[in-house]
């Protein structure tokens, strides 16, 4: 936003760019300092789909993919995704993973994938579980675009997150 937009709308610089928690007074990318926050026990849920024919869902089904079982290898990429976070995303603080659970469900024309993320920490773990579901689906695409190219990975999101003071 420009100045004179900020102002038209009754907001100053200073306000708009608060809002933005990685931007700092300056309007400048930075890390947030969470030096001073509490530990907190946190949790995330993401999910995702991706989209593919049907032959390939059987064959997925049947582990008649070449490359192996993909839910299985789908499963472990999703939880190194998620302790990678830190090293993809420039911004991300790097916060101990107590536990990532990854799921699917396997419809008709599509996966859907689902995280879960714990951690005490500072800060969220929302990334991580976004993460997750991202790399596990990128996984299932690599397995499968030898016999799929028509393959769709969509509707990547975060469905939940919370926080509480640790007992």
Known sequence: MTNDANQSQGKSEKEDTTLLTHVNKNGEAHMVDVNRKKIMHREAQACG???????????????????GDVLATARIAGIMGAKKTAELIPLCHNIPIDHIDIGFEILADHISIHSHAICDAKTGIEMEAISAVSIAAITIYDMCKAIDKSMIISEIKLIGKSKHELQ
């Open 49 to 67: 789909k991706i989209y593919m024919a049907s032959a390939t869902i059987d064959a997925i089904k049947q582990n008649m993919i070449k490359k």
